[in-house]
């Protein structure tokens, strides 16, 4: 397994697929149930690949779903284009429709998770799991999965921010964009502006939920997100701050990023199709008033969705959904209450005592 790191290369950026994966130590935590009952070795990150998430946007982890997983998927989807496969919500196909006419009613199957035990599995797979653990935090919820065909001649996606659309508060959104055929620059490989992470959300108009940015003065109302033309795209201004690179991917590695990274993909001009499969997170202890596009009871008394999304690891104060197909994962673990309360003493000068009386602000 290996990580990608930016390197400044004089005036150019490119990708140094740095090598890493002898040089992992044994993972530290074995402890998670499907890593010791199931056949998923846990992988230990380290900081330079925590670090690269904050300083670039993105890490590439390279081969890190194994490959009997990607066939199945792969296989799975193939049914799908074939019509001996389905689920509500999926595209109805005609059989009488011939195989061109097919392959082009596919193109993205949003949150098929709550639908199909396949795209539960690949949502909750313990290895993308382990790896969100690290970067963002022991408590993971599972919000949206998305699964791209992405067949010839379809279109990308233009500049956007991911918690744009799904907003958490605080904002801890995280992807993880799987690759399950080679992604490349010809058939429309995901694009990334290296450190525009650090960019505030520019929220859509009446977006309530985004007030964390709504307060500074030149963010402005964002109504053309994932518009392909940048002429006509508001992020691509703020885009050309940062570099660009392209992000190829082989089947199995996975590109985690950041929810306020600006991204795009072009179309798919090759004649292979390119098939991805994205996961959102959240810390799960982050409030999400987002149910995937539906309304929900108490949305308009200002109640959050959690109830409606999967606590994938560790634990939350706040409600969370079981899976439909019942994929081991902790919200049907028995809870493990983790202590709190904990102090640690801040070191004092003097004799260490710390004046607590009241603190008096001096007037200029
Ligand atoms: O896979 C693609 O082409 C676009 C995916 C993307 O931008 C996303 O998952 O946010």
Redesign the pocket.
Known sequence: MASTEIQTQSDSWSLNLASAGSARPPPKTQENACFTKGRYEAVQLSVTDYRTLREQGFVKIEGLIPEDDIRDISAHMNRVLEGSETAPGFPTIDLSMSEAERVVRFSRIHNAHRVHAMHERFLLHPRILNVIEQLNGPDVLALQS?T?F?QPGQP??GY?Q?SYYIPTLPNTLI?A?VAISEATEEN?C?WFRVGSQVEPLYPQTENEFTYESRSLEDVFDNNTASEDDPKINQLAAIADRYPEVACPAKPGDVIFFHGNIL???HANCSKIPRR?F?GHYCDARSFVPWNTNNRWEGMEQGKGANQYHVLARGDSHLQFATPSFGTPCAALEERRPRVVGGQIDMPMAGDGKMDMGPVQVARQ
Request: net charge positive; glycine share 12%.
């Open positions: 998305m791209f992405k990308g996606q956007h991911d992807a964009w429309g995901l991204h795009r993909s991805a994205a």
